[in-house]
Each structure stands twice: as C-alpha cells, then as structure tokens.
C-alpha cells in the first residue's frame, strides 16, 4: 500500500508540474513598446520602467516572479519585454527633452505592441512676469 502511494506520487508530480507550467504560460504577455514623439520620430535613450500592478494570481513553482522592469530604448525607440504577468501593468517614460509619461494599461494578449508619443515640454509659468 505504502509503495503505491509512492509510485501514484512519483507519477503524478510531472503531471502537475506540466499542467502548472501549461497554466504560467498562458498568462504571461511578450510586450513590445514603440517610443516617439508627436511627429512619429522615434525616441532613443529613454528610459522606461515597466511594473505588474495586479491580475490573476501567476504561480510558478519554485521561483519568484519579476514583476518590474527598467530599460533604455535603442535607436528605434523600441524596447521588447519578453515575458510579463497578464493584467494591469503601469508604464513611465522619462527622456530628456520630453514630458514624462505614466499611465496604467490593460494586458490580456500573449503578445502585445503599445505605441507611446511623447509630448513637449510645457513652457515655465512665473508669476514676475
């Protein structure tokens, strides 16, 4: 009797461990984000902080999750996460010259492309003028 515990448990392990792993995958989304400015140039060098917010509860066995990530554009103004938690997820980009960007999105795809634009900077106000 003990024995077939162990060999009913031994069997069964790998077959959960695939359904768990066939499960993480469906909820993850590859994220491609396109960074320009108004006109439809591209931003290089900006800085982007990409953070999971909530969604379904993502389980994988044994290891802990990256649920933040921070990154420069290349020449294209592009950047590629490969692999993010489906639900909300906030995005802020910072580049010099430009107005910083920040706003939550909805990721439910298990791929994804955003395209930002970036606005000018606002000119300064004073009150001596």
């Not at 917010?53 to 993502?58: K, T």
Request: charged share 25%; aromatic share 6%.
């Amino acid at each position: 009797m003990r024995n077939r515990r162990r060999l009913l448990y031994l069997l069964g392990a790998p077959a959960l461990l695939l359904v768990a792993t066939t499960a993480y995958a469906a909820d993850m989304t590859k994220l491609a984000l396109q960074i320009k400015t108004q006109s439809g140039k591209p931003v290089d060098r900006a800085s982007v902080i990409v953070r999971f917010i909530e969604g379904r509860s993502v389980i994988k066995l044994g290891k802990s999750i990256r649920t933040t990530w921070e990154m420069k554009t290349n020449q294209e103004g592009e950047v590629t996460i490969p692999s993010i938690p489906q639900g909300k997820i906030r995005i802020q980009v910072i580049a010099k010259g430009y107005q910083t960007y920040g706003e939550i999105h909805e990721i439910n795809e298990p791929e994804k492309t955003l395209e930002i634009k970036l606005n000018p900077p606002q000119q300064q106000y004073s009150a001596h003028q």
